[in-house]
């Protein structure tokens, strides 16, 4: 419809009589002259009688027959005549207008070459048929005002509308349900309006036909053909032919998906689509946005018991604020199982969004619930507070519901986190990863139990397990996944971070974009661990910054407890201790509150041996180191970390013993600590006047990073920094792997030169003699100048 195959037609024949050929627009007859050229608009139209004329013409080699007709496949003659005719030339088929010819129309009837938006704007509207496009760019050019976009939609309504009319009823309402669905058949049809089986196949034949319901067109452009044959029809007769579609849809339980959307948004209220809305939400749970939208739609046609499950996809899909409204709505709903889902949604929404001491207290008012997720996000929401009392007694209530997978898993997160408290870590995590395997649940909870056991690995110092896991639950992530999709990207960046694997430019993209608190807080902290790592102290004072602004409006939390260990090393670098103080005495309150766990202190306790020795406090390093020490003889990471603390200690004192510092940071390595295991290499090499040994260490240093740093747990390559070469002449001494340029560049820095005068000695800028001083000290991993001139002293053998 409206492609224009008249006008084609009517140059045919304007050209071929200018050629002198007699031409009629007919099919043949007795008594027409020689060599007559045939050239017949809507043949489908013709009688079977006719349609024979024309076939026996197209047999004919000296015959000249041009015939445009509408593709209907329910007309066997028709079809027997394209077939002919296929078979002499190709098909000529008048299809929609691209954006090149839009634009050369455009050009033509505006005068001028049109904007690249006024060109998507026509198509968008006219889905480029050359109708509505004309219309469209007619309205245009009479536009003055900033609206061309509302004059053009206007246009093609009224010039669509006007060629409607011409249109059979039956075809109206065909192409009314066609417009709803690309997937409805003459079965659907015939059964919505009534009508025999070869009667609803000519008219759904009829109504694809017309060009308007093509599947390569846009839905909005479905929308406008619907709206316009609606305001043909009327609204009485648009309300029956729905109703009836429906009812026969439903009958027949063939109702898809996207025609029940679009019959809820139509306003169709109806108790037989917000039932079948809910049940079409429920089959797509693995898929929380499309859910979302079903339980909005079936809410909207009189659906009144989904809201628990609307409030669960929306939390899922990122939507907590509305999520969270509704929760807060069904807290106080006489029906008990609305009631505890209530509490569980508003429970993960206040915990999300960084309010521990909210979750915990809804599910302090809740009680113990006969329900494995309540109870599982009980003892998540009572653990994170340290109220240990509440979670155990969430955990000890049978459910009473059937012993599915969901509920295993359920069962399982909470039995899990109870022994990374009373039990030992191997007995924890086993528990915990069972809920990993078990399949997911569609309700949200505080935390997810990938996310839960990959917090526990890490603190256990388990990093093959913590990237492992969250690695495939990143995997696993889906587009509409918001409420753990950036959590689950976050703590596989920070496993990777510990372990020496990360960029700031990873960093970045992984914090870029609106967060909420315990995903900003975790982000933050993370882009200061990257940046303290590389030496940036402008960074590490910007995203610090940034992570206290968060830090400040947290209820902290156990499962907190790594970004807040990051961000008191950070401050004890930008001697702001005083500032973090409060949260620390709050997470060790937490802790104590807890009994002290071992598993959940070690690495705060590690972070504050790291802070005392940057604060250059031995009294604030001595409570931690005794904890680790105390805490080895039941943990293998804190022993670790006891042994490593203190040969860090006996390094920064100038008491560098190569075997042990080998051993310690050959160990930190093993528990995922790459990064720290370096940084005691590289402080031993800096601390000891002994050449060989300084070599021995700075070879160390790279060894690990080269061991561990070539691949991330994905597979990807990773960026590892090269560590300083030993000094030359020692036993471990390589090339350094410093550009002849760059060793010019240093050789002069450690004689004392500015930038300026490097750059005249060696006829390049002072910018240019910046970046080479910036890409050695990244090269050699050095957090300050002063490191930066000792390790270049090591490795080109320079005084001073």
């Known amino acids: 419809m409206g492609t224009g195959k008249t006008t084609a037609l009517a140059a045919i024949r304007g050209a071929l009589r200018a050629a002198g050929v007699t031409v009629v627009a007919r099919p043949p007859r007795a008594g027409d002259p020689p060599g007559v050229a045939v050239v017949v608009d809507d043949a489908h139209l013709l009688s079977t009688t006719e349609l024979g004329r024309l076939l026996d013409l197209v047999g004919d080699p000296a015959a000249t027959v041009v015939v445009a007709a509408e593709p209907l496949s329910h007309q066997p003659a028709v079809t027997a005549l394209r077939t002919a005719m296929a078979r002499e030339a190709p098909e000529v088929v008048l299809a929609p207008m691209t954006p090149t010819e839009v634009h050369r129309v455009a050009t033509d009837l505006l005068g001028a070459p049109p904007s690249a938006e006024l060109?998507?704007?026509?198509?968008?509207?006219?889905?480029?048929?050359?109708?509505?496009?004309?219309?469209?760019?007619?309205?245009?050019?009479?536009?003055?005002?900033?609206?061309?976009?509302?004059?053009?939609?206007?246009?093609?309504?009224?010039?669509?509308?006007?060629?409607?009319?011409?249109?059979?009823?039956?075809?109206?309402?065909?192409?009314?349900?066609?417009?709803?669905?690309?997937?409805?058949?003459?079965?659907?049809?015939?059964?919505?309006?009534?009508?025999?089986?070869?009667?609803?196949?000519?008219?759904?034949?009829?109504?694809?036909?017309s060009g308007l319901i093509a599947p390569a067109l846009s839905n909005a452009f479905a929308v406008t053909v619907h709206r316009s044959v609606a305001q043909i029809i009327g609204a009485a007769r648009h309300h029956q032919v729905e109703t009836s579609l429906l009812r026969t849809q439903l009958a027949q339980s063939t109702l898809p998906t996207d025609l029940a959307l679009r019959l809820a948004e139509h306003g169709l209220r109806d108790p037989g689509l917000a039932a079948a809305l809910t049940d079409l939400a429920a089959r797509h749970q693995d898929h929380p946005a499309t859910a979302a939208r079903l339980y909005r739609a079936a809410t909207s046609v009189g659906a009144s018991e989904v809201s628990t499950k609307l409030a669960d996809a929306l939390a899922l899909t990122g939507d907590c604020a509305t999520a969270g409204r509704l929760a807060d709505e069904l807290l106080g709903s006489e029906v008990a199982p609305d009631r505890a889902a209530a509490v569980r949604i508003a429970a993960s929404v206040a915990s999300h969004d960084g309010r521990a001491a909210q979750a915990a207290e809804l599910v302090r008012w809740?009680?113990?619930?006969?329900?494995?997720?309540?109870?599982?996000?009980?003892?998540?929401?009572?653990?994170?507070?340290?109220?240990?009392?509440?979670?155990?007694?969430?955990?000890?209530?049978?459910?009473?519901?059937?012993?599915?997978?969901?509920?295993?898993?359920?069962?399982?997160?909470?039995?899990?986190?109870?022994?990374?408290?009373?039990?030992?870590?191997?007995?924890?995590?086993?528990?915990?990863?069972?809920?990993?395997?078990?399949?997911?649940?569609?309700?949200?909870?505080?935390?997810?139990?990938?996310?839960?056991?990959?917090?526990?690995?890490?603190?256990?110092g388990d990093s093959v397990r913590a990237r492992s896991v969250v690695g495939r639950a990143v995997r696993g992530t889906g587009d509409d996944d918001g409420f753990v999709?950036?959590?689950?990207?976050?703590?596989?960046?920070?496993?990777?971070?510990?372990?020496?694997?990360?960029?700031?430019?990873?960093?970045?993209?992984?914090?870029?974009?609106?967060?909420?608190?315990?995903?900003?807080?975790?982000?933050?902290?993370?882009?200061?661990?990257?940046?303290?790592?590389?030496?940036?102290?402008?960074?590490?004072?910007?995203?610090?910054?940034?992570?206290?602004?968060?830090?400040?409006?947290?209820?902290m939390d156990l499962y907190a407890l790594l970004p807040l260990g990051e961000l008191w090393v950070a401050a004890a670098r930008l001697r702001q201790v005083d500032l973090i103080t409060p949260a620390v005495d709050e997470a060790f309150g937490l802790l104590g509150a807890l009994g002290n766990p071992i598993l959940w202190s070690v690495p705060l306790h590690w972070s504050g041996v790291h802070a005392g020795i940057l604060a250059n406090s031995p009294a604030s390093v001595a409570p931690h180191g005794q904890a680790l020490t105390a805490a080895a003889a039941h943990s293998s990471?804190?022993?670790?970390?006891?042994?490593?603390?203190?040969?860090?200690?006996?390094?920064?004192?100038?008491?560098?013993?190569a075997g042990e510092v080998t051993v310690a940071a050959r160990t930190l390595t093993q528990f995922g600590l790459t990064w720290d295991a370096t940084r005691l290499a590289s402080q031993a090499a800096l601390h000891t006047p002994d050449g060989k040994v300084s070599g021995a260490m700075l070879q160390l240093a790279r060894d690990l990073k080269i061991a561990t740093g070539g691949l991330g747990d994905g597979g990807e390559v990773v960026d590892v920094p090269a560590v300083a070469s030993p000094r030359p002449g020692s036993p471990a001494a390589r090339e350094p792997r410093l550009s002849e340029r760059e060793r010019e560049v240093a050789e002069l820095l450690l004689q004392g030169m500015p930038y300026r005068d490097i750059g005249s000695q060696l006829f390049i800028s002072a910018k240019t003699v910046e970046h080479h001083v910036a890409r050695i000290r990244r090269r050699l991993g050095a957090e300050s100048r002063s490191e930066l001139m000792s390790m270049l002293r090591a490795i080109l053998g320079s005084p001073g």
């Not at 065909?174 to 003459?186: I, K, V, W």
């Not at 960029?503 to 900003?520: C, F, P, Q, Y």
């Not at 990471?637 to 013993?657: I, K, P, S």
């Open 637 to 657: 990471f804190a022993r670790a970390l006891a042994n490593a603390g203190r040969t860090w200690l006996r390094v920064l004192a100038n008491h560098v013993d």
């Open 119 to 209: 060109v998507g704007n026509v198509l968008a509207a006219s889905a480029g048929l050359p109708f509505l496009v004309r219309a469209a760019l007619s309205a245009a050019r009479s536009t003055n005002d900033t609206s061309v976009a509302e004059a053009v939609d206007r246009a093609v309504r009224v010039a669509l509308i006007e060629r409607l009319r011409r249109v059979e009823e039956a075809v109206l309402d065909t192409l009314l349900l066609s417009s709803l669905s690309q997937e409805l058949g003459p079965d659907d049809v015939a059964a919505a309006l009534g009508v025999k089986q070869e009667e609803a196949q000519r008219l759904v034949d009829s109504a694809r036909a």
């Open 366 to 460: 809740l009680g113990p619930y006969p329900d494995a997720a309540v109870g599982a996000a009980a003892v998540v929401a009572a653990l994170g507070v340290g109220d240990v009392a509440t979670a155990r007694a969430a955990a000890a209530v049978d459910s009473d519901g059937p012993p599915t997978s969901t509920a295993r898993a359920a069962r399982a997160v909470a039995e899990g986190l109870l022994l990374t408290v009373d039990g030992t870590y191997p007995a924890a995590v086993a528990r915990l990863a069972q809920s990993v395997t078990e399949q997911a649940s569609a309700a949200v909870s505080p935390d997810t139990a990938s996310a839960l056991v990959t917090l526990v690995a890490m603190h256990g």
């Open 485 to 555: 999709g950036r959590r689950h990207a976050l703590l596989l960046a920070w496993a990777r971070m510990l372990d020496g694997q990360l960029t700031a430019t990873d960093a970045a993209s992984v914090a870029a974009g609106d967060a909420h608190r315990r995903d900003a807080l975790w982000a933050a902290a993370l882009q200061t661990a990257v940046a303290r790592r590389a030496g940036d102290t402008g960074a590490v004072q910007k995203h610090w910054y940034a992570a206290m602004e968060v830090l400040t409006e947290y209820s």
